[in-house]
């Protein structure tokens, strides 16, 4: 792969990493939010939070080591 596909690469890669942390934060807030509307116990939301924040930890994990050309094992 020549230079200019590599830039064009790692501009789409970062461009997929803000998405992805946008996402995370949107989702983050849109869980706190419509939870609070039905009921105030923050244990209820703990679970899925934790695993939603875990699975998106290891997407952007996996992205970056896409884009830094590391083998995914």
């Known amino acids: 792969?020549?230079?200019t596909g590599k830039l064009i690469t790692k501009i789409v890669?970062?461009?997929l990493?803000?998405?992805?942390?946008?996402?995370?934060?949107s989702y983050l807030a849109?869980?706190?939010i419509s939870h609070t509307v039905y009921a105030?116990?923050?244990?209820?939301?703990?679970?899925p939070l934790v695993l939603g924040l875990v699975v998106e930890y290891?997407?952007?994990?996996?992205?970056?080591?896409?884009?830094r050309g590391?083998?995914?094992k």
């Open 13 to 15: 890669g970062s461009i």
């Open 30 to 32: 849109a869980a706190i």
């Open 40 to 47: 105030f116990e923050l244990k209820d939301l703990a679970v």
């Open 58 to 67: 290891m997407d952007i994990v996996k992205l970056v080591k896409l884009l």
């Open 17 to 25: 990493l803000v998405v992805i942390v946008y996402l995370l934060f």
């Open 1 to 3: 792969m020549n230079e």
């Open 70 to 72: 590391k083998d995914d």
